[in-house]
T-cell receptor, first 118, second 109 residues
């Protein structure tokens, strides 16, 4: 159990275009979903936390108008990188948590999306 | 502030034992997680400690001392597939995970 999927796993786009990444909890209801970004050889950086049906809470320094997060249901959250630029190229990882069902409040991670902006 | 301190890199031999130490400072504490992350992949859950002491789980064990802000991950009978980064992630009072850069473990035959 506790499987999180992400789609796409890899995307290459041109500078100025928008890219949408989907994160789904397959066998549990995710009350909270997290979006992270990780640059090579660096730690995971939390971008935002989203709770189903409410606006996402963005970390300091993360532009909410550039990284649009929608958490419309208990099993789906999307991250849209708008007007992507080469510096947005990174590994984007989502995670999900079910406070009601989990034993440890652990976050279950999706497999990640490798974004390359040309 | 909140921070994590782990060695950047460690090397060990196949079949041996290795201990990865972690010291942390957080605003509040709701337990500490260890994750394994292979290159190019997302982290996978290894262990969780919320009380002081040792938690054993097969070849992996994790220890916590809350008063010292200290944890370690012990890996026994090392296998080549254990080559990965190991992330110590305490959870703060808001149930947010605090991430460091992790420890890259290199296993040699």
């Amino acid at each position: 159990g506790a499987v999180v999927s992400q789609h796409p796993s890899r995307v290459i786009c041109k500078s100025g275009t928008s890219v949408k990444i989907e994160c789904r909890s397959l066998d549990f209801q995710a009350t909270t979903m997290f979006w992270y970004r990780q640059f090579p050889k660096q730690s995971l950086m939390l971008m935002a936390t989203s709770n189903e049906g409410s606006k996402a809470t963005y970390e300091q320094g993360v532009e909410k108008d550039k990284f649009l997060i929608n958490h419309a249901s208990l099993t789906l959250s999307t991250l849209t990188v708008t007007s992507a630029h080469p510096e947005d190229s990174s590994f984007y990882i989502c995670s999900a948590r079910d406070l009601q069902g989990a034993a440890y409040n652990e976050q279950f991670f999706g497999p990640g999306t490798r974004l390359t902006v040309l | 502030g909140q921070n994590i301190d782990q060695p950047t890199e460690m090397t060990a031999t196949e079949g041996a034992i290795v201990q990865i130490n972690c010291t942390y400072q957080t605003s509040g504490f709701n337990g500490l997680f260890w994750y394994q992350q292979h290159a190019g992949e997302a982290p996978t859950f290894l262990s969780y400690n919320v009380l002081d002491g040792l938690e054993e789980k097969g070849r992996f064990s994790s220890f916590l001392s809350r008063s010292k802000g200290y944890s370690y991950l012990l890996l026994k009978e090392l296998q080549m597939k254990d080559s990965a980064s190991y992330l110590c992630a305490p959870m703060d009072s808001n149930y947010q995970l605090i991430w460091g850069a992790g420890t890259k473990l290199i296993i040699k035959p």
